[in-house]
Nanobody, 122 residues
């Protein structure tokens, strides 16, 4: 039974930082790509970043200078460090795991999702 649980969201002022965490269980971290997505009200789910089993990362162009994805395999935890936050970063943030991800930006390529954590920037 795969389980992903996000935490670390909250309300933050413009220019502030947050670190999101995603604890996963029930699957092999070394056989999955792990991604972060976000979804604002009325908008499609948007890919932020991905990290694969080799530790290689990819980012959405608009966020690569402010966000950093990382993983602690010993703790089965995925992180997203977010700096210089802007009001447009306000959204529900989700982590996802996928075994066969060809296009990391496509949400339907991931097998499992967390429940999300809300980030509000004002």
């Amino acid at each position: 039974h795969v389980q992903l649980v996000e935490s670390g969201g909250g309300s933050v002022q413009v220019g502030g930082s947050l670190r999101l965490s995603c604890v996963g269980s029930g699957f092999s971290w070394r056989k999955n790509c792990m991604g972060w997505f976000r979804q604002a009200p009325g908008k499609a789910r948007e890919g932020i970043a991905v990290i694969d089993s080799d530790g290689d990362t990819a980012y959405a162009e608009s966020m690569k200078d402010r966000f950093t994805i990382s993983v602690d395999n010993a703790k089965n935890t995925l992180y997203l460090q977010m700096n210089s936050l802007k009001p447009e970063d306000t959204a529900m943030y989700y982590c996802a795991a996928g075994r066969a991800v060809a296009d990391w930006t496509r949400a339907n390529e991931y097998d499992s999702w967390g429940q999300g954590t809300q980030v509000t920037v004002s």
